[in-house]
């Protein structure tokens, strides 16, 4: 009776040394709404709307329009209320779509480059921590290494070809 239990005590005791640890969940840097305003560049009208109506008014075509706001780079933040006052003044539907599309992507374009420094980033510190665990292991699996090199060992002076136990 004795053995039994002793023995189902070693057999829980084996199973619980092979029990893994939870996944540990995913962390994720998320941009706060100050970081985000910072990011993304303020909207600028070089080329006022005003001057738009002015041009839509003089029978320019959408295409002319939107290219001199290209060509003046502007950016427009207009509110939907703002695009339909605008449109009763005047600037055809296309022009104000542009305006949308071009704001938008902007600040599409802003969070991409945040994004992309942060994985750049963490990318370099996961590259260096790799470098430093290697050397960790090289350290203590040869116990002639003292780095790449020509560098000493214990005698001083000699060239490392890569002596040590791991290659005997």
Known sequence: MNHSILFSLLIAASLAGCASQPA??????????????ALVPPAQAKLSLDEI??????GKSDAEIIEAIKQSDSRYSLTPSDMLAWYQK???????????Q???????NAIADEINKREKARAEAE???KRERDIA???????WFYGPGFYG?????????GGGWRYW
């Open 137 to 143: 292991r090289m350290r203590s699996m040869d116990p």
């Open 153 to 161: 060992g214990p005698w001083g002076y000699r060239p490392y070809w």
């Open 102 to 108: 071009a704001n938008a992507l902007a600040e599409q």
């Open 24 to 37: 540990q969940p995913v962390q994720i840097d998320r941009i706060s709404p100050e970081q985000l305003a």
């Open 53 to 58: 109506v002015v041009m839509s008014k003089q």
């Open 127 to 129: 590259l260096r921590l």
């Open 90 to 100: 005047g600037i055809a539907k296309g022009v104000l779509d542009y305006m949308q």
